[in-house]
C-alpha cells in the first residue's frame, strides 16, 4: 500500500477495496469512494482545500491531483478514469469522463460526459466567438486539453 499522509491535522479518508500502488500518495484532506485505485507515482494532495474521489475511479501512473488554495476543490465523480500522467488542479471531473495522458485540467474548468469520444468534455455551454466554428470543433484552453473559462451565461 502506498503513503496515507495526515496533514494539519486532516487524515484521507479511503473507502472500501482502495488500492494504493506502493508509490502513490494521498495526503490530506482526499475521501477516497469504494473501489477506487491510485497507481504508481500518483498524488492527491489535499493540503489547503479538499478532494473527494467517486466511487470505481482509476487514477492511473503519474497523475497529479491537487486544490486551489482556499478557493477550489477537487472533485472526481463516480467512473472517472485519469490517463497516466494527468494533472488535476482545483477542478470538477463528471461522471464517466477519461481525462487522456497527459491531460491538464485546472481552476474554474469542468470536464465531463461519458467516454464516447475517449475525452473529457466541458459541462458548461459553448463561449461565443468572433470566428465560425464547425459542429465538431471545440474551445480550448492554452494546453489544448481543457475548454478556457470565459463561458457565456
Not at 1 to 27: N, S
Not at 89 to 103: D, E, I, K, Q, Y
Not at 110 to 138: D, F, I, Q
Request: proline fraction near 5%; charge should be positive.
Amino acid at each position: 500500500m502506498g503513503t496515507v499522509r495526515e496533514y494539519a491535522g486532516k487524515a484521507p479518508t479511503l473507502g472500501e477495496r482502495v488500492y494504493l500502488a506502493e508509490t502513490a500518495a494521498v495526503i490530506g484532506d482526499v475521501v477516497l469512494g469504494d473501489d477506487v485505485s491510485v497507481w504508481y507515482n500518483s498524488v492527491v494532495r489535499g493540503d489547503c482545500h479538499f478532494i473527494r474521489v467517486g466511487a470505481r475511479t482509476n487514477i492511473q501512473d503519474n497523475c497529479a491531483v491537487h486544490v486551489t488554495q482556499e478557493k477550489y476543490p477537487t472533485i472526481l465523480e463516480e467512473e472517472v478514469t485519469l490517463g497516466h500522467g494527468a494533472i488535476v488542479h482545483g477542478a470538477v471531473v463528471r461522471r464517466g469522463a477519461l481525462s487522456a495522458f497527459g491531460r491538464r485540467c485546472s481552476t474554474e474548468r469542468k470536464s465531463a460526459s461519458p467516454r464516447s469520444s475517449g475525452r473529457a468534455r466541458s459541462s458548461r455551454p459553448e463561449r461565443s466567438s468572433p470566428r465560425a466554428r464547425s459542429g465538431s470543433e471545440r474551445p480550448r484552453g492554452r494546453s489544448g486539453s481543457c475548454p478556457t473559462p470565459r463561458w457565456t451565461t
